[in-house]
Nanobody, 115 residues
Framework: QVQLVESGGGLVQPGGSLRLSCAAS????????MAWYRQTPGKQREFVAR???????TYAPFVKGRFTISRDNAKNTVSLQMNSLESEDTAVYYC?????????WGRGTQVTVSS
């Protein structure tokens, strides 16, 4: 089994920054892509960013250069640096990790962008 623990969410004003982190622990033999998704009430969970083992990232179009995903393969962690946050970025952010071909989800961390 693999456990994911997210941290770093909170309340920030528009234009501000937050850094989310996710640590994977447990039976990790082959750590594949690591990603972040987000979800708001009444909407489907949507893709935000993904980073593969080699470090190549992919972003959703709405990111527009504001977010940066990174990973530390030695520590089994993935982070999401979010800058220039907008009210539309308010959501629960979920960590998503593929380990040995299986997908795992974190429990989510709330990000609220409001003045």
């Amino acid at each position: 089994q693999v456990q994911l623990v997210e941290s770093g969410g909170g309340l920030v004003q528009p234009g501000g920054s937050l850094r989310l982190s996710c640590a994977a622990s447990g039976s990790i033999f082959s750590l594949g892509p690591m990603a972040w998704y987000r979800q708001t009430p009444g909407k489907q969970r949507e893709f935000v960013a993904r980073i593969i083992s080699s470090g190549v990232p992919t972003y959703a179009p709405f990111v527009k250069g504001r977010f940066t995903i990174s990973r530390d393969n030695a520590k089994n962690t993935v982070s999401l640096q979010m800058n220039s946050l907008e009210s539309e970025d308010t959501a629960v952010y979920y960590c998503n990790v593929v380990v040995s071909g299986r997908t795992y989800w974190g429990r989510g961390t709330q990000v609220t962008v409001s003045s």
